[in-house]
């Protein structure tokens, strides 16, 4: 059913303009329709269609049709498949430099997060995705992460204690819920929900619009906003697909994807607050009283842990310098 609706959105797609696609990009996304990252790459592929006279296609595959988010980007990586919107939590692997840009509590604010993305450490970022074959197009808004479970509110550190929480497959998690004091299941994000159901976890963690579309709201109604980790989301093209455009559609696809970032991340406000909305109608309990300091000073060992090169000391420094 699935499959049928892309085809015929395909093939809607290519009659509506003049000229068939001549080069046709599938871009893969873990979220379903109406999300904003999902909506801010459809919005990109208007303008890219547009500006090429309907030459240059990019079709979405929301819902992860494609397959869960790792494997999505090994598949980018290799030309498999032409786009990837990813977290750069699960790029933890490939991309190392993503691994001191996940850490906890690091960025504080979404216009901080903005300024280093948008100035001399997003180019520098994107250099480094460039290395592993991956071309960073756009960094989009992904909000920031909080803690929710199926058992009880969580109010301090000490609640969480021996808690089992799933976390994206990534060491920096895995040590922060140690930090914490809690146990952590790396697990990709489609199976949240079962595990979660059936009790293989109490939670996991994640912002308000995932915590919603995911349907994660209904089966675990404790929410508690401690905001531990704002991890950047990134719109990349495999290098593969990338060197059979030319400079002019190359130009013509990075102008495309930086405004589809401005859409995104206004989109992502909006769904944010509309996402809170519903999940508290639907009957989620939130804690908003929480002692972050408790929570920020608890992250101590995973900074002792990852920030150990002066390379990472000076790039968290640049971070929290940046304004
Ligand atoms: C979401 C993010 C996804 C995915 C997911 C997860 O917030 O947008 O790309 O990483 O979290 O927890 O797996």
Known sequence: MKLLTTTFAALLCSASIAGACEITLRSSDTHPDGYPTVEGVKAMAAEVQEKTG?????????????????????????????????????????????????????????????????GPIGAEIAEDFAERDLIALAYYDGGARSFYNSQKPIRTVDDLKGMKFRVMQNDVFVDMM?????????????????????????????????????????????????????????????????????????????????????????????????????????????????DKTAFIEAMAPVYAKYVTTPEAQDLVKRVQETR
């Open 54 to 118: 309907g030459r240059i296609c990019i079709e979405v595959f929301p819902s992860s049709q494609l397959g869960e988010e790792k494997d999505t980007i090994e598949q980018t990586q290799f030309g498999v498949i032409d786009m990837v919107r990813a977290s750069f939590g699960s790029f933890n692997d490939i991309v190392p430099v993503t691994q001191t840009l996940s850490l906890p509590y690091l960025f504080t604010s979404p216009e901080h997060q903005h300024a280093v993305l948008d």
């Open 178 to 290: 140690a930090a914490l004091g809690a146990n952590a299941t790396p697990m990709p994000y489609g199976e949240v929900y079962s595990s979660i159901q059936t009790g293989v976890i109490d939670g996991a963690e994640n912002n308000y619009p995932s915590y919603d579309s995911s349907g994660h709201a209904e089966v675990a109604k404790y929410f508690t906003l401690d905001q531990h980790l704002m991890v950047p989301e990134l719109v990349a093209v495999s290098k593969a697909s990338w060197e059979k455009l030319t400079p002019e559609d190359q130009e013509i696809m990075r102008t495309a994807a930086r405004n589809s970032a401005t859409l995104q991340r206004r989109l992502w406000a909006d769904q944010e607050k509309a996402s809170e909305e519903k999940v508290i109608a639907a009957g989620a309990e939130i804690v908003k009283d929480v």
